[in-house]
């Protein structure tokens, strides 16, 4: 039988005071399944687990206003382009032939949309049917790489916040490699979402917006 360890703490930096991740090593797919289903109804904390090694991180409040500032602003851009989009949030990923799971911040289905009418949401299988678009905010640096397990979940786009800068990252050959200019929303652009995001921080919310709108209106036709 597998043994839980004692977990050890991961340092934080002093912007990060607050938010916290540990590791639990040697925890079995069992525990792991049983844990989340223990906080199937918790938004926090989130969990991610890869072949035995169990993180879990607390999220700042920061944080998760800035993971719902980005699905504020995909779906004002969705409105513009006219495309349908559903949000299924930080759903859980997992496969346990692999013994890897992971909890995005934010995830949406828009090209691949058509996968999901018709189905039980709380039914369809997530791996068989991956997201197009996944969304990480980071404040502290994971132990546990979650872009391999996004790879092997066939997610075919990251867009990643650290330190204030949004990166978007293709899934190229089993690999994720940068690019400047989305593929899920074509003519959306790195450096516009990173300015939009850090915005959201200091304008009012009918503000910023106004200004979400204006932009997806005449930059994105």
Same mark, same amino acid.
């Given at each position: 039988?597998?043994?839980?360890?004692?977990?050890?703490?991961?340092?934080?930096? !002093?912007?990060? @005071?607050? =938010?916290?991740?540990?590791? &639990?090593?040697?925890?079995?797919?069992? $525990?792991?399944?049983? %844990?989340? /289903?223990?906080?199937?109804?918790?938004?926090?904390?989130?969990?991610?687990?890869?072949?035995?090694?169990?993180?879990?991180?607390?999220?700042?409040?920061?944080?998760?206003?800035?993971?719902?500032?980005?699905?504020?602003?995909?779906?004002?851009?969705?409105?513009?382009?006219?495309?349908?989009?559903?949000?299924?949030?930080?759903?859980?990923?997992?496969?346990?032939?692999?013994?890897?799971?992971?909890?995005?911040?934010?995830?949406?289905?828009?090209?691949?949309?058509?996968?999901?009418?018709?189905?039980?949401?709380? !039914?369809?299988? @997530?791996? =068989?049917?991956?997201?197009? &678009?996944?969304?990480?905010?980071?404040? $502290?640096?994971?132990? %546990?790489? /979650?872009?391999?397990?996004?790879?092997?979940?066939?997610?075919?786009?990251?867009?990643?916040?650290?330190?204030?800068?949004?990166?978007?990252?293709?899934?190229?050959?089993?690999?994720?490699?940068?690019?400047?200019?989305?593929?899920?929303?074509?003519?959306?652009?790195?450096?516009?979402?990173?300015?939009?995001?850090?915005?959201?921080?200091?304008?009012?919310?009918?503000?910023?917006?106004?200004?979400?709108?204006?932009?997806?209106?005449?930059?994105?036709?």
């Amino acid at each position: 039988m597998s043994a839980v360890l004692t977990p050890s703490k991961i340092p934080k930096r !002093k912007e990060s @005071i607050g =938010e916290e991740r540990f590791v &639990l090593n040697n925890v079995s797919w069992e $525990t792991y399944e049983q %844990i989340l /289903k223990n906080y199937e109804n918790s938004s926090a904390p989130r969990f991610t687990y890869d072949r035995g090694a169990l993180e879990i991180m607390s999220p700042l409040p920061s944080h998760e206003t800035d993971s719902r500032a980005f699905e504020l602003l995909i779906n004002e851009i969705c409105v513009e382009k006219n495309l349908d989009v559903r949000s299924l949030g930080s759903t859980t990923f997992r496969r346990k032939e692999r013994k890897k799971g992971a909890e995005p911040d934010s995830c949406f289905y828009i090209q691949s949309i058509d996968c999901l009418k018709g189905k039980d949401l709380n !039914k369809i299988d @997530i791996t =068989e049917y991956p997201p197009d &678009l996944v969304v990480e905010v980071d404040y $502290t640096s994971p132990s %546990i790489d /979650k872009f391999p397990i996004y790879a092997m979940l066939g997610v075919p786009e990251i867009w990643l916040y650290k330190d204030s800068i949004v990166k978007f990252f293709r899934l190229n050959r089993k690999k994720y490699v940068e690019i400047s200019e989305s593929i899920t929303l074509p003519n959306v652009i790195a450096s516009d979402v990173t300015r939009f995001i850090n915005e959201n921080r200091t304008m009012e919310r009918p503000q910023w917006l106004r200004s979400v709108r204006a932009w997806a209106a005449s930059d994105l036709k």
